[in-house]
């Protein structure tokens, strides 16, 4: 006997609502489609937040098709448990009421994140990389199963009222669902195919302690070049042998300069062209940007030119920063007047001998009302590795991949999550491939301090996301 399918629909058009913060961020529009902050739960630009925190609310969303609903699905990311009444209409728009509050709504909780990351608020604080401010309160992510007595036909609106106060702290809701079954819907994140069969990574490199980031990864000529950044002092950029990786190079004083440069962030090997940055990389404007341009060869280091953008603004305290091999496209991760929420992917291309021309916005199918950075192309330039916390994941910051579909630089495929054994959940952040030896080396933030992982994955699997 051949079983219906459960037939899920995502609220797909806002009708009314209380309240929101305007703008991108937290608007009522991060309602519409599937789950953002789910499984990972917790704060996200990606989910409505109303302004007022202890008082009353509703939103009211319309859904693509009526169909029959056995259960309603509430995803509430941030201090769950406000939902006070539920109603359902259908295409005239006259609302009844199908549940009150009252016990028996059924609870949904991921036990790996039944309470706050610990991470969140020591990484977010820290002064080298300020992101969004750490919210003092329990993430509590649930979602709210109403399963109603008796199923309601033709529904396409659904009316969801809130009682703030009934939790402390600040509420967040990240989706509205309906399925013509009790099987209870559950958030998926979009895994790249046979993720979750890469062999476990391996830990590589470790921060001497919690006062050390480990950043900026580049391989080359069997040869792993890294950044280790040093509160209240200046990185140093430090190399190992892969074949012997417990002999440590400070290759910092190479670097004949007197810019701090101590970031790699990019090597074209046909042209022995390298762009490097300073600590003072986050600069929001001006001629002096903070990143440089030398040639590399033979373990030599040239100063060749400043990297000057056209009309370049970044509004952040930070920017992620990555030269192409073809040395013909600079990536930015930055925020700027252009962007969809915090920071946001960007491309730049020559403009002359001396200039790249404006920072362009790399679309909305890659950026979110969150953070995208950490970007790293492989040298077809079509294959897009990054850094987010504005899709379904696993932690904090995870990394995934994209494949650019045209030569505009601006449609994407849907970014695929690289999968459980390379995010965790905390942060997984400044990804670099190794082509050669198909192999993914990346940091990851654990209990307050980081390390250099390395992970076997094919890059035919990397590649084929556009399919």
Known sequence: MQLKAQQVQYASKILKYSSDLGGKVNSIKRIIGRPDAFPQGGPSANAWVAKDALGNGFVEVEFNKAQTVNQIAIFENLNAGCVTKVMV???????????????????????????????????????????????????????????LATPENDVKMVRVEFNFSLKPGQKQLDAIAISDTEEPIQPHINLLSGADRFAAAEKLIYSPDKDCDLSSIL???????????????????????????????????????DKKLNYILGFSPE???????SENKWRRGGDDLGFDFFSWENGVFTYKKPLRVVGYNNYGDYADVFLAKDNQ???????????????????????????????????????????????????DNKTLIFTSNGYSGYGDFDI?????????????????????????????????????TETLYYVSFRDGSSVINRIKIPISQLTATSQ
């Not at 042209?271 to 940055?277: A, C, E, H, N």
């Open 271 to 277: 042209t022995k062209t390298i762009l490097m940055g």
């Open 89 to 147: 209409a259908d295409a005239s728009g006259k609302f009844h009421t199908v549940i009150k509050k009252q016990s028996g709504f059924v609870r949904w909780m991921n036990s790996w994140q039944a309470g706050a990351n610990p991470d969140r608020a020591y990484y977010f604080n820290r002064k080298r990389r300020k992101i969004e401010k750490a919210l003092d309160v329990s993430h509590n992510a649930d979602i709210e199963y109403i399963m």
């Open 329 to 379: 496209h600079i990536l930015f991760g930055i925020e700027s007047d252009l962007t969809q929420g915090g920071y946001d992917l960007y491309f730049s291309q020559p403009k002359d001998e001396d200039n790249f021309g404006l920072l362009q916005n790399m679309g909305k199918s890659l950026n979110t009302a969150a953070d995208e950075t950490n970007p790293f192309l492989l040298s």
């Open 219 to 257: 391989v080359y000529d069997n040869e792993l070049y890294y950044t280790i950044s040093m509160y209240e002092k200046a990185g140093e950029i430090h190399a190992i042998d892969l074949a012997n990786p417990t002999h440590v190079v400070d290759v910092t004083k190479k670097i004949r300069n």
């Open 400 to 436: 995934y991949v994209s494949t650019r579909l045209d030569d505009t630089w601006k449609n994407w495929s849907d970014p695929k999550n690289l999968g459980p054994k390379v995010n965790g959940q905390s942060f997984d952040t400044n990804p670099f491939y190794d082509e050669t």
